[in-house]
């Protein structure tokens, strides 16, 4: 299967403060990539759609401006938490789309918690 | 829309019991579905991955299968340890290529 790395995978910061979330694809170009999040107990929620060279595209209550996902490379998406909240504390997980495969390979997440 | 369901939510079973986990889902018109693992606290783990082609896929101890015409597919763990206990969790594709999880159903495998 393919390698896709997350950086940070541990991260705390203070109310207020902005996080980045890297998200890379080691061994293929990805056009696409998808970021998720988990709340403890629940299940992974879709949060956007990452598009390689376009805006991404996000699930509905996801709000883009809080959310900043820039994809400007085919192996690199970075999603942005700004002005994080304590509500915001969760795991991100992301995922590179192969065409030809269609199969997500997902990201080992980024654990956020905001104090 | 696509929607899928997993039964039981949790199992607790003695080791050494073969198991079947269920998930269910809405769209049938899928080109694959994936069964993953979750320890507490970590990531994904991809378990199985059945093409639209197939009816079946096993690593090891685990079978997994797929009926697209009834929207089901389950998976089979043969002879459970301990270690088996984690979360598993079902996720089967929408029309633009976005995967939709089950609620995943938490094994607990008693030693």
């Known amino acids: 299967g393919a390698v896709v790395s997350q950086h940070p995978s541990r991260v705390i910061c203070k109310s207020g403060t902005s996080v980045k979330i890297e998200c890379r694809s080691l061994d293929f170009q990805a056009t696409t990539m998808f970021w998720y999040r988990q709340f403890p107990k629940q299940s992974l929620m879709l949060m956007a759609t990452?598009?390689?060279?376009?805006?991404?595209?996000?699930e509905q209550g996801v709000e883009k401006d809080k959310f900043l996902i820039n994809h400007a490379s085919l192996t690199l998406s970075t999603l942005t938490v700004t002005s994080a909240h304590p509500e915001d504390s969760s795991f991100y997980i992301c995922?590179?789309?192969?065409?030809?495969?269609?199969?997500?390979?997902f990201g080992p997440g980024t654990r956020l918690l905001v104090l | 829309k696509q929607e899928v369901t997993q039964i039981p939510a949790a199992l607790s079973v003695p080791e050494g019991e073969n198991l079947v986990l269920n998930c269910s889902f809405t769209d049938s018109a899928i080109y694959n579905l994936q069964w993953f693992r979750q320890d507490p606290g970590k990531g994904l783990t991809s378990l199985l991955l059945?093409?639209?082609?197939?009816r079946e896929q096993t690593s090891g101890r685990l079978n997994a299968s797929l009926d697209k015409s009834s929207g089901r597919s389950t998976l089979y763990i043969a002879a459970s340890q301990p270690g088996d206990s984690a979360t598993y969790l079902c996720a089967a594709p929408d029309s633009s290529y976005k995967l939709i999880f089950g609620s995943g159903t938490r094994l607990l495998v008693r030693p």
């Open positions: 995922s590179a789309f192969r065409w030809g495969q269609e199969t997500q390979y």
């Open positions: 059945i093409q639209s082609s197939q």
């Open positions: 990452s598009n390689e060279g376009s805006k991404a595209t996000y």
